[in-house]
């Protein structure tokens, strides 16, 4: 368990409706959007993209969310309203020093984390490197193996939408990026993107549409985290580690996961609920997404 030996300082913004909005200086000197908003057992809130940030959960799933756990949403450094750049830092170690850093400049002792999509991954490292941070997770759509999740489902799936590169080489994080990049650019092309994680595309420009309500949003970390090692790392081997009680959502339609990505986590503790739908139930499948959670909430948080 690592010692924290660190400086932080915490500005409070506002109190109101919007719930109470802080700026949290990392001990590296990046200034992290944190909201604070809801009542209950605190959960921080991890979002994918990489680089998707916090005001589309906190937009499309915040009232229920809120309605059950005191919700904290951060826009992680290098994202949305948080500060950072190309020359910072963006390792899977100081990722969850940033999370520790606002767990312990908030005053929790300890917390659950909700994590979507890549957010998973950041899941897994920040339970990796601090444990007793944690009395549970909830990983909805999440990946712990960006390689198992590129090759044996996003990959094959793009090119089975578009009719086109059907080979996805999976020898090294350069060519799946490269392979990556040239499937996003023929699903755009042909305008499938929405089908690798929508049943309808008008939701896909739904989300999308969010991004342009927060002026000056901060692309940085999006661009950059494919470049870092640590994000590669499989953690599905991890999982028989984590012994805090873990609800795993998963859809049987999660072409950017895969549907079959389940299959190979192991955690001792955990409830393992499928879904008949996308990448995104926090808008097409809300009602399921709310019972897991409340089932979850009911047999494991205290």
Known sequence: MKTLLFTFILFTMGISARGTEKRIITSDGIDLYVKVK???????????????????????????????????????????????????????????????????????????????????????????????????????????????????SWGPKAAEFTGKNSQFPCDTPENIKANLGAHINN???????????????????????????VPGWNWNFGSLALD?????????????EIKVPVLFFYGDQDWMVGPEHYKGINFPNMMLWASPGGHFPFIENKEELEASILAYKTNYVL
């Not at 999370?99 to 490292?125: C, K, M, N, P």
């Not at 870092?228 to 028989?240: L, N, P, V």
């Open 38 to 152: 809801g009542e209950g057992t605190p959960v921080l809130y991890l979002h994918g993209g990489p680089g998707s940030g916090s005001f589309w959960f906190e937009k499309f799933f915040g009232e229920f969310m809120e309605q059950n756990f005191t919700v904290i949403y951060l826009d992680q450094r290098g994202v949305g309203r948080s500060t950072g750049d190309k020359d910072d830092d963006y390792s899977m170690e100081r990722m969850a020093l940033d999370f520790e850093e606002v767990r312990i400049a908030l005053g929790f002792d300890s917390w659950l984390t909700i994590g979507h999509s890549f957010g998973g991954i950041l899941q897994a490292g920040y339970a990796s490197l601090y444990p007793n941070a944690h009395k549970g997770m909830i990983m909805v759509n999440g990946t712990l193996s960006l390689v198992d999740s590129f090759c044996n």
């Open 228 to 240: 870092q090692e640590s994000y590669w790392k499989d953690y599905r081997g991890f999982t028989r």
């Open 187 to 213: 699903l755009r092309e042909q305008d499938l993107f929405w089908k690798m994680a929508f049943r309808e595309a008008s939701n896909e420009k739904i989300v999308d549409a969010t991004i342009n309500e």
